[in-house]
């Protein structure tokens, strides 16, 4: 148990997967895990853990943004046991090649700033996942299919941003989509010595202003929860 986190000892998998929204948390415990029971209700931020083909699996909520991803990521994995966590979510695209509804599997990620910031004082630390699971969800996309990118992103700690001049310049250096998270959760699984990817589905267009309606939304990361669990325990 933690002040954030109220799951008794034992009760968070080896492995998690964090989407923003706990709401979501709680649709892909039940649609994916079996033997399902909850474990965290604090603040209204759910966490489920089941089995996905005889694994422990935890899906916790990350809440929106670094400052709560930092807050949950430290927790599960500093003092609840977790090595492998997955940020699973929606994205903006940057770049015209990167279309709805693809995945972006994510090799580093940018940022302003992060709740790590100030641990590194005037050093620019490049947060990267795990190559391991890197590959194994590359290879799940590949294997069944589905439209991927791999490549940097930008974590953004501003939803209404009216930065266009640095919109541009990312996508400029090739940056593929924005998203709100992974960069914390990079720099804080590589503190604690644990794995961590994010995977996310493009749910729209900075560029043409497309967007994903609910039901594309809940289909796109229905296919980005199995590509992470498919990762998480490949070769086992």
């Known amino acids: 148990m933690t002040i954030h986190i109220a799951a008794a000892p034992g009760a968070i998998a080896d492995t998690v997967?964090?989407?923003?929204?706990?709401?979501?948390a709680?649709?892909?415990?039940?649609?994916?895990?079996?033997?399902?029971?909850?474990?965290?209700?604090?603040?209204?931020?759910l966490g489920f853990t089941g089995r996905w083909r005889g694994h422990p699996v935890t899906i916790h909520g990350s809440g929106m943004g670094m400052p709560s991803m930092s807050i949950y990521a430290n927790e599960l994995i500093r003092d609840l046991g977790a090595r492998t966590v997955f940020r699973i979510g929606s994205a903006g695209a940057l770049r015209a090649e990167v279309r709805l509804r693809d995945l972006v599997i994510?090799?580093?990620?940018?940022?302003?700033?992060?709740?790590?910031?100030?641990?590194?004082r005037e050093a620019n630390f490049a947060p990267a996942a795990d190559f391991g699971l890197l590959r194994a969800a590359a290879a799940a996309a590949e294997a069944r299919g589905a439209p991927f990118h791999v490549g940097g992103?930008?974590?953004?700690?501003?939803?209404?941003?009216?930065?266009?001049d640095?919109?541009?310049?990312?996508?400029?250096?090739?940056?593929?989509?924005?998203?709100?998270?992974?960069?914390?959760?990079?720099?804080?699984?590589a503190r604690?010595?644990?794995?961590?990817?994010?995977?996310?589905?493009v749910?729209?267009?900075?560029?043409?202003?497309?967007?994903m309606s609910s039901g594309?939304?809940?289909?796109?990361?229905?296919?980005?929860?199995?590509?992470?669990?498919?990762?998480?325990?490949?070769?086992?």
């Open 17 to 24: 997967l964090m989407p923003g929204d706990p709401l979501r």
């Open 216 to 236: 594309e939304r809940e289909q796109g990361f229905a296919t980005m929860v199995e590509i992470a669990l498919e990762a998480a325990f490949a070769g086992r």
């Open 153 to 164: 992103i930008y974590s953004s700690d501003t939803f209404y941003d009216e930065r266009q």
């Open 26 to 45: 709680r649709w892909a415990a039940e649609t994916f895990l079996s033997e399902v029971v909850p474990v965290n209700t604090v603040r209204g931020m």
């Open 106 to 120: 994510a090799m580093t990620a940018s940022s302003v700033s992060t709740p790590s910031r100030t641990l590194f």
């Open 166 to 189: 640095l919109t541009d310049q990312l996508a400029r250096h090739g940056v593929l989509a924005v998203e709100m998270e992974a960069a914390e959760l990079y720099a804080v699984a």
């Open 192 to 201: 604690h010595r644990a794995r961590a990817l994010a995977i996310v589905t």
């Open 203 to 211: 749910s729209d267009h900075l560029l043409t202003g497309e967007a």
